[in-house]
């Protein structure tokens, strides 16, 4: 087999619901309002959506709430019929797509894993000579025989995780796994998806924890209202989704300040870069972070430029312009970088936002909102917005 | 998957809902030896000593015992088959297989217990000192034609009651118009001659018949004995035509399932 082989082929996929505005599940219902015309809503959950996903791939799928990530993943698991549209799949597909499912409380674990790996598709043989593998790697050899009522939630994934990945499907597909489970199970999941990588299993995996997804994924989709958005690279795609995420809860205020614009001065390019100057958008926690600016047509007179740092959910984290620092734009220039130097942002999410102004500090010229964003990766601890080097004392 | 392993997923799912039956009570599966047996006993009191129903039937409670047996699993099935589908909604969501699963694993769950309880009848019999014929082999497709009618009904209540909840109500009601008009607790002697014959087109009189006569008394009235060939064939024709029709009406509205309930 070419290692290359496409195994998914999805072509215009779409899939509409119609939900009846009162749904009747009586038959009075049915035959008072056999005469009135029944009020459905389509709901057009995907809309001619294609892609493929080659063999061996870890194809990431990412998108707001009701995009559209679930129902996609539940017609590639045949749970639902497409409304229109064409799917190949070459190889066999896990019936699954979530931890956990039919797990019982009242059954004890054991009980439980024979009762999913049935779900799975596995024989009762193949789960006897897999179940001290599935308990051992769940790590929970004392509570074999307890009720699963009894269990923590984190046991309960860690249980239903050890019995998925013995099923024995070619592609795994996998929806919100991760949620819950302690660090040191995650990275032992992690360890799993990489083994099943080099099996080359394709596993297609939707998340919302997009640290996750750039870091597993070799190819990710992003969808949004049903409509695919972006096919390709793991960061591209999470750029794009941050980019979609707040441009649309933000249009508004876009669309207000789109009419304060004056001129043709404009921004043009924004961009994060380390101290060497290389394009980069995920920083260590402390590390310089330069960012730089491209803007046309910078007129005559004496403008000014800002430039201000916020957290993902808009808190206002730092600010500088040219007029507070008492600075003056350089006539003819056209590249703009502010340094700053070894910022104490805790690790999370950031963007830019990026404006240039008169020289009263009012006239607006260009106002982008979000213009970049970049990422602080670390492991400095504590709560807020910035890191505050401190020391405990007892008395 | 393959398709052994989906006999697994039966089997699995039907000792599942076996063992939650009986989870957390003391007694365990002895419930489902005792819960007959207690019924039966009321019913004894009531029919055999009150109102001697019993008189001139050989072996009463025995006959008695087998009917309501048989009732039981018949009424289990069909209930539990009916809300099966959509009590596995969360599954049915979440994993695809062949729904119809769901609906053979609770007719099986009932089938277990069912068995359990001709332990009970057998030991009956042992102390009624029935002496076994060769008939009692006959019992075998006796149960066959039991469980595949059960199955039908079981599917056809199943597909219905994903459209209709009023089902859930219509059958309870359905259930009590059976189970008077079978003779379960009273034999068939008790009912005037015009009709018999009505009666006894009934597949679950049939059947239970079939199975006295098989098991306890060749004296038995039976269907094939009341019914003169071929009119007796349209028994046959209406458990076929029942389990046609579940299976055809499940499987075309099976792939809807995991969007409509």
């Not at chain 1, 870890?58 to 639902?80: C, E, R, V």
């Not at chain 1, 000014?304 to 600010?319: E, K, P």
Request: with cysteine.
């Amino acid at each position: 087999m070419k290692n290359n082989e496409t195994i998914i082929k999805v072509e215009n996929l779409t899939k509409v619901f119609k939900l009846p505005h009162e749904r009747y599940s009586t038959m009075k219902q049915h035959f008072v309002n056999i005469f009135k015309p029944k009020s459905v809503e389509k709901l057009k959950a995907l809309d001619s959506v294609s892609f493929k996903v080659k063999k061996g791939e870890f194809f990431g799928i990412i998108g707001p709430n009701g995009s559209g990530k679930s129902t996609l993943l539940k017609i590639l698991a045949q749970i639902y019929q497409p409304t229109a549209g064409k799917i190949e799949v070459n190889g066999s597909i896990s019936p699954f797509i979530e931890l956990g499912v039919g797990f019982n409380p009242e059954l004890s674990a054991r009980d439980n894993v024979f009762l999913n790996a049935a779900i799975l598709g596995l024989s009762k043989k193949e789960t006897e000579e897999r179940f001290e593998e599935i308990i051992k790697f769940s790590e929970l050899e004392e509570f074999v025989d307890q009720k699963l009522k009894n269990f923590s939630s984190g046991m309960q994934v860690r249980l239903a995780f050890s019995i998925a990945v013995q099923a024995q499907a070619d592609i795994l597909l996998v929806d919100e796994v991760l949620a819950v489970g302690d660090a040191a199970f995650q990275q032992k999941c992690f360890g799993v998806f990489q083994q099943l990588k080099k099996k080359k299993k394709t596993i297609i995996f939707v998340s919302h924890d997009l640290g996750t997804i750039e870091d597993f994924c070799d190819q990710v989709l992003l969808i949004n209202k049903g409509k695919l958005k972006f096919v390709g690279s793991p960061q591209q795609a999470v750029l794009e989704y941050l980019k979609s995420n707040t441009i649309e809860s933000n249009r508004q205020k876009a669309e207000e300040i789109a009419q304060r614009k004056e001129g043709k001065t404009k921004i043009i390019k924004a961009l994060c870069q380390d101290a060497s100057g290389n394009t980069k958008e995920i920083f260590e926690f402390g590390e310089d972070i330069v960012t730089y600016f491209e803007i046309k047509n910078l007129e005559p007179g004496q403008i000014n430029f800002g430039v201000s740092i916020h957290r993902l959910d808009g808190v206002y984290c730092f600010g500088v312009n040219t007029f507070l620092d008492d600075q003056k734009i350089k006539m003819g220039s056209s590249k703009i970088s502010v340094r700053f130097k070894s910022p104490k942002l805790l690790p999370g999410s950031y963007y830019l936002v990026a404006a240039i102004f008169g020289d009263k500090k009012e006239r607006m010229i260009d106002f982008q909102d979000r213009i970049a964003y970049f990422k602080i990766h670390g492991t400095a601890t504590g709560g807020g917005v910035t890191y505050i080097d401190h020391d405990w004392s007892y008395s | 998957m393959r398709k052994t392993n989906y006999l697994n997923l039966t089997l699995q799912m039907a000792l599942t809902d076996f063992k939650l039956k009986y989870a957390g009570s003391i007694l365990g599966y002895i419930w489902s030896l005792v819960k007959p047996l207690l019924f039966f006993g009321v019913l004894y009191v009531v029919f055999s000593v009150f109102f001697r129903f019993g008189k001139g039937v050989p072996n009463y409670p025995v006959y008695l015992l087998l009917g309501i047996v048989m009732w039981s699993f018949f009424l289990e099935s069909t209930l539990n088959g009916m809300h099966s589908v959509v009590s596995r909604g969360d599954l049915i969501r979440k994993v695809n297989f062949p729904k119809i699963i769901i609906v053979l694993a609770t007719v099986l769950t009932s089938l277990l217990t069912f068995l359990l309880n001709l332990i009970i009848v057998f030991i009956f019999m042992f102390f009624s000192k029935i002496v076994p014929s060769a008939t009692i082999l006959l019992f075998i497709p006796i149960i066959a034609e039991l469980v595949i009618f059960t199955l039908g009904v079981s599917l056809i209540l199943a597909t219905l009651y994903t459209k209709f909840r009023d089902f859930s109500h219509i059958w309870e009601v359905g259930l009590q118009v059976l189970f008077y008009a079978t003779p379960i607790i009273y034999p068939l002697s008790l009912v005037p001659a015009k009709f018999v014959k009505f009666m006894m087109v009934n597949p679950i009189a049939q059947i239970f018949q079939d199975a006295r006569w098989a098991l306890i008394s060749r004296d038995t009235a039976t269907s094939w004995s009341l019914i003169s060939y071929p009119k007796n064939l349209i028994i046959l024709a209406i458990v076929l035509a029942t389990v046609l029709v579940g299976f055809i009406i499940f499987l075309k509205s099976a792939k809807n399932f995991a969007e409509e309930i």
